[in-house]
């Protein structure tokens, strides 16, 4: 019998985009050995890390695709280097009401029906996607956030589905696209789909 897996979900960019901020990453970890951001694709967290049965993944797929059937698209622009005091390092994003509402929707839907306790980030919910953090030593911040303004990507992209990830030996992996609007039958026939 499996036992509990520890899963988020979140937005990924679409692949060209996605190399380009993985490329960022690399570049930092190459220079400052900051590495812990690679452990899992360029995203931005909708639901934080939770635990869940793995027995009960499938359902779980289900049950947001379904959630999300009536999900428009939309777009997001990064606009910028921000930082969570000197402990994290990110590529902000334009505050949009469609991303607001839709991070909300989760976060209701997730204290409801799956009694998921609602983390303090969850309620103060503050888009970015991650480019350093955890092992980032005070020592380099300055020189890290520096070199992170110089390499910042412009970009504007359509978010049309979101990604349910697992936590596997270590790195997270998409499980299952979650996409927006009505959907085929099988919802997760393609788990690389879009990234």
């Known amino acids: 019998m499996?036992?509990?897996?520890?899963?988020?979900?979140?937005?990924?960019?679409?692949p060209a985009l996605e190399?380009?901020?993985?490329?960022?990453?690399?570049?930092?970890?190459?220079?400052?050995?900051v590495k812990y951001a690679l452990h899992s694709p360029a995203h931005l967290t909708l639901k934080m890390?939770?635990?869940?049965?793995?027995?009960?993944?499938?359902?779980?797929?289900?049950?947001?695709?379904?959630?999300?059937?009536?999900?428009?698209?939309?777009t997001l622009q990064l606009k910028g280097i921000g930082q969570f005091g000197r402990r994290n390092i990110h590529h902000q994003l334009v505050h949009s009401s469609p991303l607001l509402e839709l991070q909300t929707k989760?976060?209701?839907?997730?204290?409801?029906?799956?009694?998921?306790?609602?983390?303090?980030?969850?309620?103060n919910f503050q888009p970015h996607i991650t480019l350093a953090y955890k092992d980032?030593?005070?020592?380099?911040f300055e020189e890290v956030l520096e070199f992170s303004k110089?390499?910042?990507?412009?970009?504007?992209?359509?978010?049309?589905k979101a990604y349910l990830l697992?936590?596997?030996?270590?790195?997270w992996k998409v499980?299952?696209?979650?996409?927006?609007?009505?959907t085929v039958k099988n919802p997760i026939s393609n788990p690389k789909d879009g990234i």
């Open 19 to 33: 190399t380009s901020l993985h490329q960022v990453k690399a570049d930092i970890k190459a220079h400052f050995q």
């Open 150 to 160: 110089k390499n910042a990507v412009q970009a504007e992209f359509l978010v049309d």
């Open 136 to 140: 980032l030593k005070e020592c380099h």
């Open 49 to 74: 890390p939770f635990r869940y049965k793995e027995a009960k993944e499938q359902e779980l797929v289900i049950r947001f695709t379904s959630l999300l059937e009536e999900q428009q698209s939309f």
């Open 175 to 182: 499980v299952a696209p979650l996409i927006f609007g009505k």
């Open 166 to 171: 697992k936590n596997v030996e270590g790195r």
């Open 106 to 123: 989760l976060r209701g839907f997730c204290k409801r029906y799956l009694h998921l306790v609602e983390e303090l980030s969850d309620r």
């Open 2 to 14: 499996k036992g509990m897996g520890k899963y988020f979900i979140g937005l990924l960019p679409p």
